[in-house]
């Protein structure tokens, strides 16, 4: 259910629909920001330093994400999922089992990332079909953000 909000110049059911699917964008990078800080305290091998130090900036990039992101849910009147039990519901992104090889942290982070360019994909037409420029920024900025991210986490693996 919506919050009172002003009226921001979209109409309520084009900002349930965004706030939806930045909803799931939520739980994705939530998820994702878990994962990696969890691969970050786990890491092991012969590149230890150099991904505990990259998955570092990494996690706290997404903690800042995060933070936006569920801002821009509430600005657009809806009230943000802040629960595990929500995230698990809502993301794509899925948590590890056990501890990987660092190989495969790499790739599974690498895959994550491209997971979470697909959502925010998946929400941009909404966001631009109701000339929301806000969101359609906050959109772009994620998925650039993922995409070098991910590709420089596949360029690892050599």
Do not use: C
Request: charged fraction near 20%; proline fraction near 5%.
């Amino acid at each position: 259910m919506a919050s009172p909000t002003l009226y921001i110049g979209i109409p309520a059911e084009k900002r349930q629909a965004i706030a939806d699917g930045l909803s799931r964008l939520l739980a994705d990078t939530y998820t994702l920001y878990l994962k990696t800080h969890n691969f970050h305290w786990n890491v092991t091998g012969p590149q230890f330093n150099t991904l505990h130090q990259m998955f570092e900036t990494q996690y706290t990039e997404l903690a800042t994400a995060v933070d936006e992101i569920a801002e821009r849910i509430r600005a657009l009147g809806y009230p943000a999922p802040g629960s595990y039990s929500a995230y698990a519901k809502l993301s794509t992104v899925r948590e590890a089992e056990g501890v990987p090889s660092a190989r495969e942290m790499l790739e599974a982070l690498a895959a994550d990332q491209a997971t979470v360019v697909r959502t925010a994909r998946q929400v941009f037409p909404l966001a631009d079909e109701a000339r929301d420029e806000p969101t359609a920024d906050l959109l772009t900025q994620r998925m650039q953000v993922h995409e070098k991210t991910g590709w420089m986490l596949s360029a690892m693996l050599g």
